[in-house]
């Protein structure tokens, strides 16, 4: 058998990025898959984005992945949440056709040179020497490889749950994988269990439409992609309604027969996702809870049932759907269920999501306790490019916090201890007005590039609108709107104070009753003229700018105050055992999560600032011992990539 | 119905594959109201053991019109031929998604996923007054006036892939032991030699790579990715094909008379009949006639009175490639492509694999052995009593091509019998 440069196991939403990534880098790459016609499958919800996930899903396009790509392809609803609130929150989320989103994946895959899809059970991991030497499938086959990517979602030990009945299996019907769990353990490294749940889908054409409120898509839908927009096409729309006391009885009335209250389910689920009869439990007062009825594709009338997630039994499940207004006559067509399955807590990762003890091991997806696709297409992109990255020799590419919501990501999994599944907010960042749905390509495009996973053509793309962008900051700064009386009667129709002289466009943009367009109604013809007309991202970033630029320059110089903290190295070597002055439990934390700089150190709960002062003390000391200069954090990101750190705005 | 949930049908058919769809279909066609239930609706009427439809061609094109029309419309426009071996060739991926639609849409056909446990028919075997129980693992009970099974080799099935020995009727998938232990336990309607152990099936290899080696020599050539076998004009593909000298390797390699070949359409008349039932798609792909009952009219159309017209396939423009070559001797032999997503190859004929992945195809599935229980049924008598109906591959169908036409037959008979039994 032909060894392999990576060999990534799993073809869900992390396995594809990964494989895809360590391909485009220029490795000899297998996907191993249990079923090659489950490729990408959406298990759970049809929809792709949100807040804070839709921006991971953008940082992946920027930087060359393909999950935002391909929802634009599969699309069949997009909308951009949040446009009454601040560009923080601003977010796209797409509902997708699951079938044509596999198909569209599938697609990719196969037109990647370098990139072979291979049907088999992953069984064991070869390690030698604490590094990774192949991969055996259950059938007896053998992939020597020199990097190894893991994303096996929920299907380690996988095992659903539906009342009080369980079986073994990775999803509905489909066989779990049985065997790598002990070969992972045999390696050293240990493993968790946690839980998630999927709720019910129903036959659309028996809900009740007129007891709902419609939730159409964009007009013109702007898309995930940076390279493409989405092509046109008639949308369809998800259905809102709402839980009511009755739906809240027939809950409580059953939640004796909840696998959560029987232990059936040991495993521990998403509290940020949680499931209706969870949702009873923890907020009794609540009267009401959202439903969002979502269509699982254009060839199906089956639709998804966002926030009626269960793993009651089927009966109590449809007494609870025809308890909510809308669905008294829903017919359900599958039932929701819960799975447990193994996952390896992320402390023991780096943050370059390669195993501490097993070098060439690299892991993504829900096996590292995530939940939710666009996180996991943001682990397999990363761990797809380390995988590459490692089998050439270079040093790992690590996002920072402040540089995108992958960088907080994969932060928080390596230096927190997961009590749930994870998933992402915008409040887990602390830079969010740095880390835009808008900014996604001037922030991450020139790594995108430098890994080989952009072309010239699409970098040179983004560095245009960012020069545009400047420029017409520029004309905005030094164009005057006058305090004429017509300008003035069109202030005070909008809303806004009159002017007493004449003011800057871009200082009348700081106004938030004012739009982006209401100040170009301001201008004098020679200003509109210098102008041109704008793309409309690109009057969205200076509105963005004009508005937020107090805050953003705070952020920045925040930024780089603490950066000279959070870049500090903390050698390899480093005995944190010997560590006096601290306490027990910081001690045992630091030396179970191996903190790579001193920010690393001071995010892992349970480190006090003392206790940061005191490495601060010893580090210091050992500088001046060694004499050695300990490299930042950004000098070894940047060499791997040989790009300079791009800043934000 | 007025809009009501009625769970209590005609006909519950067990198993949504090739011989289940096709007899839930049949049932609904002749306007009785019809549940099929599969353990895994995502992959409803999936041809999964390869692209070799396992009929002649002239036998397919004869036979095709006698189908139940949503069963014909979901198969017909897949069905490509080589005329001179004449292989039947399909993707099977594009005929599971054309046929979950369409039984979506049949009016008095529900589709529901469950894994049944146990059948049991209440109150005799007699002509009045008998009633199915179906039971499915999460307690659900599903009643009806009688029951077709089309487990296809998920009874107690068990697979032997290289040195993996593994459960399940197809590979990845969860079989339907429990099911079957009931049939098997429950006896009454199952005569000494109703189980027989013995059907055993065999799918060949499946490689990867032809459109990649395309890939990667445009590569060379131009310096970027440029074409696939897709994007070959159909009309002069076999003679773009001659001059290809990857086409060249390929035939080498497989030796002996191989040539590529242009497959063929068996499109005619169901593409008419579809453009005439006008496609009502969710969708605007474009084209078509997608009327005011798109996006949101289309819901609660039951609850408004009855389900709309019959929608042509609504998917967004059909994603992939349509492929149409093969390489092919005269007896069948050679590579045949299916699942054009992917790019895979299904190896006809026992060729040898070594010279193939030698030039660059990878090996993407093994081939692998099925061991299952088999239901024994006289040709066309009801199996267990007579209200439980057998089918498919479970009762020897060999082939996809025979199980969609016992298949059919099957439900053809349920609804004749249904309709001279006077009692409800």
Sequence with gaps: MTGYDVVVVGAGHAGCEAALAAARMGCRTALVTLNLDKIS?????????????GQLTREVDALGGEQGRNTDKAYVQIKMLNTSKGPAVRALRAQTDKRVYEDCMKRALAQTPGLDVVQGEAAEVAVSRETISGLRLADGRQFPCRALVLATGTFLNGRIVVGNWSSAAGRVGELPATKMSASLQKAGLALGRFQSATPPRIDGRTIDPARMAVQPGDDLPSGFSHWQRPARRRQLSCYLTYTNAR???VVAENLHLSPIRTGSVSGKGPRYCPSIDRKIMNFPDRDRHPVFVEPEGAGTWEMYLQGLTTSLPVAVQEKIIHATPGLEHARL????????????????LSHALQAHGVSGLFAAGQLNGTSGYEEAAAQGLVAGINAALYVRGDPPFILRR???YIGVLIDDLVTKELDEPYRMFTSRAEYRLLLRHDNAAERLAPFGRALGLLSAEQLAKVEKRAREVDRATDVLRGALVKGSAANNAALVGLGSAPLAGSQPAFQLLHRPE???EDVMGLLDDTDKGLLGSLDPEVATQIAIRAQYDGYIQRQLADIARRRSTEMTMIPSTMDFGSLHGITIEARQKLARFRPETLGEASRISGISPSDISVLMVHLHRMRSQAGTRLAGRGEVAAAGVAVDVVEAE | MNGSYDDSYDVVVVGGGVSGTAAAAACAQAGKRALLLSSSLDVTGLPSYGPVVGAAVGVVRRELAALPASIRGSWGPELLCDERSGLVVMDPRNVSLRLKWALENMPGLDLRQATVVAVEWKFGRGRVGGGIEVFGALKEVFRARACVLAPGLGLRGSIRMGEQELSGGRYGEVPADELCDQLEVAGVALTQRSLLVGAVLWTPTRLLGLAKGRLSRAEDDA????????EIGESDLEADLAGDPWVGEVKKALGGDVEPRALAGLVGDCLRE???????????????????????????RRLSGGRGPVPDLALIPPPGPSRRVAFLNRKGQ?????????????LAGGLEIDRLTRIGFAVSRLPYVVNSCGIAAESDRPAMGERVWVTGRCRGANTYWESVKDGASVGRQVVALLQETTLR
């Design chain 1, 514 to 516: 004012l739009s982006f």
């Design chain 1, 41 to 53: 499958l959406m298990p759970c919800n049809p929809a792709v984005g949100g807040v804070g996930k």
């Design chain 1, 247 to 249: 739906t809240h009885e």
């Design chain 1, 333 to 348: 067509v599958r039932p929701g269920y819960a799975v447990e399955y193994d996952f390896l807590p992320p402390y023991q």
């Design chain 2, 334 to 346: 050679g590579l045949v492509p299916t699942g054009q997503a992917l790019d895979e190859w299904y």
């Design chain 2, 223 to 230: 310096g970027s990715v440029a074409l696939g076998v897709d």
């Design chain 1, 402 to 404: 402040d540089q995108a």
């Design chain 2, 274 to 300: 579809k453009s005439e039932e006008g496609g009502a798609s969710r969708l605007a792909g474009g084209a078509g006639s997608v009327g005011e009952d798109g996006a949101d009219g289309a819901c609660g």
